[in-house]
């Protein structure tokens, strides 16, 4: 199983960024992806997460109404774009599978950095 995340940067708050998790070796379709974020000096939090396999969505309440999981079939592709940023979404970004609260598989990460 392979993830792989891209799409981190810096941003200004306000801003929006919109990060993706290419999904390989494993049957895309079958098991929830999800996102996490670690900020320095701090535990990893879950973000968010979608059921690939019918496309139910579930957010954390910190992004909820600011920040949309979807995903892209064709592509093996799970995207999350980020809208309205604050400084305290600065974190490291993981995709992750293959459950929403205690995935077995996780990419290496991107880092989304949030300017005041």
């Known amino acids: 199983v392979r993830l792989v995340e891209s799409g981190g940067g810096l941003v200004q708050a306000g801003g929006s960024l919109s990060l993706s998790c290419a999904a390989s070796?494993?049957?895309?379709?079958?098991?929830?992806i999800g996102w996490f974020r670690q900020a320095p000096g701090k535990e990893r939090d879950w973000v968010s997460c979608?059921?690939?396999?019918?496309?139910?969505?579930y957010y954390s309440d910190s992004v909820k109404g600011r920040f949309t999981i979807s995903k892209h079939d064709a592509k093996n592709t799970v995207y999350l774009q980020m809208n309205s940023l604050k400084p305290e979404d600065t974190a490291v970004y993981y995709c992750?599978?293959?459950?929403?609260?205690?995935?077995?598989?996780w990419g290496q990460g991107t880092q989304v950095t949030v300017s005041s």
């Open positions: 992750a599978a293959d459950s929403c609260d205690d995935p077995d598989y």
């Open positions: 070796g494993f049957a895309f379709g079958e098991h929830a």
């Open positions: 979608i059921d690939t396999s019918d496309g139910s969505t």
